[in-house]
């Protein structure tokens, strides 16, 4: 239980909170709706770049997208009936949060080129400092950071040293031609796949050196007919529809089964993506190198319509002999063979604990986040953090992630975060932060449920944490749902 707090008085004052929102992707965007469309007046959203969109600003690779349905991948209220395809590239997911954030009118509300370099909460507010030397003060700071932004390359010895063109594959270089290179790809997550299903055959030669393959599950991706987005024009409940079917499919087939390692639903996706692989590589050798030894949706499950079929072109070759070093001339691996490349793309992920750092962030009692994730990071209901009052966190340590819409987790975390600052406005409190007792408990029942997950039944992806448990939420969706309808008052501390 919280500290008891006393009751606001009957003619407690309402009050005009000032909010700060850190990052203009796609959960602040979405915050900055929410708040204007509450009267919210005085609010901010500070964006490092010059440019909205988070990861699909910063992720512009051959062939990326999105592996959402797109109807589903939109706001709940701005749903879009233009969406070329079931699976939209990301130029277009690019263009929409741009047109949504002009239609809604928060785009004067973004402060460009403004990376916050820290926030301490002192004297019941936050002091926030840019790192142009400019400063801010908030009663409320919301956290749109992202998870996947801050991109890994291991130190393969030599790597600086390729004389060609090398960079990750979220920094993509668009005045790289790549028409007649050879192109080597380290790494086989989704980035990776799709980057080889897009280049395969442009190329004259593609190289994928796999530390570890990868369960590909079938997903067709059939384009929406003018007559299609017409109908959709015309009749908005039509989407609506489409997006709750996606919703439910999700949800029921996949999103709530991956909590239960046993689950019967988990054996048939596993099924199907073994079938996948045998029906579409014909060549026994290369189908044995791109079976995983672990099960489906242990990782994060790839989805592709033609992955198999590119990586057999007879411009692609896998290569799954270790890298020893990178030279000037490509990729030397451990067989003492000298894989010679044009152009060398890391799709080698991103440091996913990172969430609002580097950034410094202070609470009340003068405590470092850094130093309360200093074993890694984690968040009350993914929501709050003990110590640090009116700090929030969309898609934070421990929310639902894997292949679900990240639009429907963030728009349900912030319905609950605005029920926490409507008793701030009301004038019920000054603020409010999760319990060290709730967050001990929330933890305690966490790391005992995700033992139970497909995330651990052996495997290692992002989603484990240094003792190798999975940090995302390790219940169902339907319960994520439910707890976020209602926030716990009684594991708050409330000032």
Known sequence: ?????????????????????????????????????????????????????????????????????????????ALNPEWTQ???????????????????????????????????????????????????????????????HHPSIPDFPGRDSFAGPAFHSARWDPNVSLADKRVGIIGTGSSAIQMVSALADKVPALTLFQRTPQWVA????????????????????????????????MTDAFANVLVDADSP??????????????????DPELREKLRPDYRAACKRLIMSPNFYEAIQHPNAQLVTEGIEGIEPGGVQTIDGRLHELDVLIFATGFQVDSFVRPMEVRGRTGTLLDAVWKDGPSAYMAISVPDFPNFFLLNGPNSPVGNFSLIDVAERQFDYVMQLLEMVRSGQCTGLSASGQAMDEFDRLRKKAARNTIWNSGCKSWYLDGDGLPTAWPWTYDKFREEMSNPRLEDYEIH
């Open 1 to 77: 239980m919280a500290p008891a707090s006393k009751s606001p008085a009957p003619n407690a004052p309402s009050r005009n909170p000032r909010v700060v929102v850190i990052g203009a992707g796609m959960s602040g965007i979405l915050s900055a709706i929410k708040l204007q469309q509450a009267g919210f007046d005085q609010f901010v959203v500070y964006e490092k770049a010059n440019r909205l969109g988070g990861t699909w600003r910063e992720n512009t690779y051959a062939g990326i997208a999105c592996d959402v349905p797109s109807h589903f991948y939109s706001y709940s209220f």
């Open 265 to 282: 639903m988990l054996k048939l996706i596993h099924d199907n993506c073994v079938a996948n692989l045998e029906n579409s590589v014909t």
């Open 218 to 249: 079938p997903a067709e991706n059939p384009p929406y007919t003018e007559e299609e987005k017409a109908h959709f024009r015309a009749n908005p409940e039509a989407m609506e529809t489409i997006r709750e079917e996606f919703a439910r499919t």
């Open 86 to 148: 079931r699976f939209s590239p990301g130029q277009e997911i690019q263009s929409y949060f741009e047109e949504i954030a002009q239609r809604f009118g928060v785009d004067a509300r973004i402060e460009y080129g403004k990376q916050v370099k820290s926030c301490v909460f002192r004297e019941d507010r936050w002091r926030i400092e840019i790192d142009d030397g400019s400063k801010d003060e908030a009663d409320f700071i919301i956290a749109a950071t992202g998870v996947l």
